[in-house]
């Protein structure tokens, strides 16, 4: 795997970001992060909701300020994204973090992961943070192992209302 880097949300990557929406939903796998899912059809409005979001005005009640990046390889291809929570509420600290990212079906197994929580960390430092909590779904070997190698421990894990397990790690800046 060649050079991979975090890019603010931005219609010169349009075409890219517009396959990489696609073949998550033609996947059927769920989509994380959360914002992925949203259609960006209309990517001009999209980014405007981003750029709302990370504002942290006029947010949906119980939401938090949050940050959007995409995950770009040497040829500038997105390949991944992320959303970092400049804070945590009651239901992102037991099960969402401060920082959710996923990588393309096409793409995963090649280090992205890895990299793209890396340089999320550095975000996050930006931030003000210097603590910072990572979930994964129980039985996600990967992000697992992508979470401890970025120095993620493991704390504690969460039962949701349908019996889906969360394993919560921290991570020290």
């Not at 992000?143 to 039962?159: D, H, L, M, Q, Y």
Request: charged fraction near 25%; charge should be negative.
């Amino acid at each position: 795997m060649g050079k991979a880097y975090l890019v603010e949300p931005s219609m010169q990557y349009r075409e890219s970001y517009l396959a990489f929406y696609r073949e998550w939903k033609e996947s059927q796998e769920p989509i994380v992060p959360w914002v992925v899912d949203k259609d960006p059809s209309d990517l001009a409005a999209y980014l405007q909701y981003l750029e709302v979001e990370k504002s942290g005005e006029n947010l949906q009640p119980g939401w938090v300020a949050n940050s959007t990046y995409w995950l770009v390889d040497e040829q500038e291809q997105v390949v991944g994204a992320v959303n970092i929570r400049h804070s945590l509420n009651e239901k992102l600290l037991n099960t969402g973090g401060h920082i959710g990212y996923g990588v393309v079906p096409s793409q995963r197994r090649k280090g992205y992961a890895t990299r793209i929580l890396a340089q999320s960390l550095q975000k996050t430092r930006e931030l003000g943070l210097t603590r910072v909590m990572v979930a994964c779904d129980e039985g996600n070997i990967g992000s697992e192992k992508t979470i401890a190698k970025n120095g993620g421990v493991f704390e504690s894990a969460f039962i949701e209302e349908d019996g889906n397990v969360v394993r919560r790690f921290w991570i020290e800046l």
